[in-house]
């Protein structure tokens, strides 16, 4: 054993560790390069990332469809200009545009937009991909891969291969929460579906989806669902998860990842920023893991209201891994408050983040605060050890952060870990 560090250079271990450890990001909204105009990169995408337009819309006169006529840049200045120049820019989201900037080397003191631009112009997009996984200290990500989304699914039958920094997720979206739509798909693409997920529907649905675990090697299936999501539910989405995902999933020795309580489209207007949260019931989820012992649950919840059960439920379910502050609860105080829950229920059994980064450069900001908070709370607990007379040892933290970014996911899905 290595000799136990003095408790007050905890703190300072705990950063050092927290800092060089790198990450595998297990939910994003990012693509390859090849996926070519699919990955978003850039300040004026980074300025019009939907968390900010939501921000955005309460500050200006502007109508939503006069916002969504302008060009990209239009709309970035625009953003620019209200956000950062009319007022302090002191949201999350705002930070992280920051927070990127300033990273890159660039002065944000001069709020000059303009040269800003000037720098992602002069990048090339392959070595600035490398160059953003190795600020934002990335090993891999994974993606979501939606194959509903016309603009992916060429890309994926032209022969699209995973590699090790850009992994897939099959993700499922349509098919649970919109039968008859995606049965109207299955159909176009000559499954023989008639729509009343019969028998006959049901094996094309599990045939589909054996198809695209084929194409894709996604490291999970997974699906985002209302805050009224129930189970088990006489439902299209409750049939089709116990006669087609469950089965499929468990063949394919696949998690399932389960990320509820997202109200979408409360204001259709704001496009992708429309969606908002609901508190939803967690004993869906202990229902899923009792009724499916075999199969393995991934879990991430938008309200912050459920977190405190989701852990417990966790702590009664082996086949259930927690993981990220997801998207209204991705913000330092709430992420700081569940990650300190989550070690006080969960130990080290879970994932604490994710990115969900949907613009390239955002995984520097996102993996920056992520870190910072981390860190403050791993502190608080392995100090809390040391007073009990514990030898805390740079080696154990070590294994322990492995495991927090990449490790315990990697485990808990059975794949080679790093
Ligand atoms: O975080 C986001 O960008 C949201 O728009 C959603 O995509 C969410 O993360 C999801 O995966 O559904
Ligand atoms: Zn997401």
């Given at each position: 054993m290595t000799q136990p560090i003095e408790l007050d250079k905890i703190r300072n271990v705990v950063n050092e560790v927290v800092e060089g450890t790198p990450i595998f990001d297990i939910h994003t909204h990012l693509y390859a390069p090849g996926f070519d105009r699919l990955l978003l990169w850039g300040v004026d995408e980074m300025l019009t990332y939907h968390y900010l337009l939501a921000e955005f819309f309460r500050t200006t006169p502007m109508s939503y469809d006069q916002f969504w006529a302008m060009d990209r840049p239009a709309q970035a200045d625009a953003?620019?200009?209200?956000?950062?120049?009319?007022?302090?820019?002191?949201?999350?989201?705002?930070?992280?545009?920051?927070?990127?900037?300033?990273?890159?080397?660039?002065d944000v003191s001069t709020r000059d937009l303009t040269s800003f631009r000037r720098h992602f112009a002069q990048q090339s997009l392959e070595?600035?991909?490398?160059?953003?996984?190795?600020?934002?200290?990335?090993?891999?990500?994974?993606?979501?891969?939606?194959p509903f989304d016309?603009?992916?699914?060429?890309?994926?039958e032209g022969g699209w291969k995973p590699d090790?920094?850009?992994q897939s997720a099959l993700r499922l979206d349509q098919l649970l929460n919109d039968w008859p739509e995606a049965a109207q798909k299955l159909a176009?693409?000559?499954?023989?579906?008639?729509?009343?997920?019969?028998?006959?529907?049901?094996?094309a649905v599990r045939c589909f989806l054996r198809n695209w675990i084929e194409r894709m090697q996604p490291r999970y299936l997974g699906v985002s669902l209302p805050p009224t999501f129930t189970y088990p539910d006489s439902s299209y989405c409750g049939q089709i998860i116990e006669h087609c995902l469950m089965p499929v999933a468990h063949d394919a020795d696949l998690p399932v990842a389960l990320m509820i309580g997202v109200r979408r489209g409360v204001n259709p207007a704001m496009r992708l920023a429309a969606d908002a949260v609901g508190k939803a019931d967690v004993t869906a989820v202990d229902h899923l893991c009792r009724a499916f012992p075999e199969n393995r649950f991934l879990?991430?919840?938008?309200?912050?209201?459920?977190?405190?059960?989701?852990?417990?439920?966790?702590?009664k379910h082996p086949n259930l891994h927690v993981f990220g502050c997801w998207w209204f609860v991705n913000v330092p105080s709430i992420v700081e408050e569940i990650t300190r829950e989550r070690f006080e229920l969960l130990g080290l059994t879970y994932t604490p983040q994710h990115s969900d980064a949907r613009v390239l450069e955002q995984l520097i900001y996102k993996w920056s605060h992520t870190r910072t908070r981390i860190a403050r709370v791993l502190s608080d607990k392995y100090t809390d050890l040391a007073h009990t007379g514990w030898p805390v040892t740079r080696e154990d933290i070590g294994r322990d952060v492995e495991g927090l970014f990449g490790?315990?996911?990697?485990?808990?899905?059975?794949?080679?870990?790093m």
């Open positions: 953003v620019w200009k209200q956000l950062f120049i009319e007022r302090s820019p002191l949201s999350e989201a705002c930070r992280g545009v920051l927070t990127v900037l300033a990273e890159f080397g660039l070595k600035h991909v490398e160059t953003v996984f190795a600020h934002a200290h990335i090993r891999s990500l994974i993606m979501t891969n939606d016309d603009q992916e699914r060429p890309i994926w090790a920094q850009f176009g693409w000559g499954y023989k579906i008639n729509g009343d997920l019969g028998e006959g529907d049901r094996q879990a991430t919840m938008l309200s912050r209201e459920n977190q405190h059960e989701l852990c417990v439920s966790a702590r490790g315990n996911f990697e485990q808990f899905c059975r794949l080679p870990t």
